[in-house]
């Protein structure tokens, strides 16, 4: 259990406390019955990266996806330090991602909706820098990277989509 206090004069209080809990329930069951993810029937499709696809282009994305994954609210789609492998676009809900340094205070590096992208954190350094946490029942298409890099250098205009969001103005 975290407890952290901190000043919020922007508020008008003096003293702020938030309590979180750690949870242990970190599994990410797949979806049961056909979780393949189809990307020409999504209707994220045209803010997702697929937007830009042509036909032959989209079904060749939707063989790199490997399906789409349920994620209950407060459970973590992957925490810092886990490998990274996978890409996640939102489908469904939301997340959060919070970086927690050795001191143990928690800070929110970003929030995540539908047509957005998680794992980014994890290109460079093969492993995740920070956790996703489902703000409420979500909903992610899972992109194995290395299949998602290998398309990238055949379809041209993934290649100019270095991320899911980038078609959202914000």
Same mark, same amino acid.
Not at 1 to 27: N, P, Q, V, Y
Not at 99 to 115: C, N
Not at 117 to 143: F, P, R, T, Y
């Given at each position: 259990?975290?407890?952290?206090?901190?000043?919020?004069?922007? &508020?008008?209080?003096? $003293?702020? #406390?938030?309590?979180?809990?750690?949870?242990?329930?970190?599994?990410? *069951?797949?979806?049961?019955?056909?979780?393949?993810?189809?990307? *020409?029937?999504? @209707? @994220? !499709?045209? %803010? &997702?990266?697929? *937007?830009?696809?042509? *036909?032959?282009?989209?079904?060749?994305?939707?063989?790199?996806?490997?399906?789409?994954?349920?994620? $209950?609210?407060?459970?973590?789609?992957?925490?810092?330090?886990?490998?990274?492998?996978?890409?996640?676009?939102?489908?469904?809900?939301s997340?959060?991602?919070?970086?927690?340094?050795? $001191?143990?205070?928690e800070? %929110?590096?970003? +929030?995540?909706?539908?047509?957005?992208?998680?794992? @980014?954190?994890?290109?460079?350094?093969?492993?995740? #820098?920070?956790?996703?946490?489902?703000?409420?029942?979500?909903?992610?298409?899972?992109?194995? +990277?290395?299949?998602l890099?290998?398309? &990238? !250098?055949?379809?041209?205009?993934?290649?100019? $989509?270095?991320? +899911?969001?980038?078609?959202?103005?914000?």
């Amino acid at each position: 259990m975290f407890d952290h206090t901190e000043d919020d004069a922007a &508020c008008g209080s003096t $003293k702020t #406390s938030i309590t979180l809990e750690k949870r242990s329930d970190t599994k990410v *069951a797949p979806v049961p019955g056909d979780a393949k993810a189809r990307c *020409a029937t999504c @209707m @994220m !499709r045209n %803010i &997702c990266m697929a *937007a830009s696809l042509e *036909a032959g282009e989209m079904y060749r994305l939707d063989s790199v996806v490997q399906g789409w994954r349920s994620v $209950k609210q407060g459970e973590r789609l992957y925490r810092a330090g886990d490998p990274f492998r996978s890409l996640y676009a939102v489908r469904a809900g939301s997340f959060k991602t919070v970086v927690t340094p050795s $001191k143990g205070k928690e800070t %929110i590096a970003g +929030f995540h909706m539908a047509g957005d992208s998680l794992g @980014m954190d994890g290109v460079c350094q093969e492993s995740h #820098s920070c956790d996703a946490i489902a703000l409420e029942d979500s909903v992610v298409c899972v992109i194995p +990277f290395h299949l998602l890099e290998a398309l &990238c !250098r055949e379809i041209k205009p993934l290649q100019r $989509k270095p991320s +899911f969001n980038d078609a959202l103005p914000r």
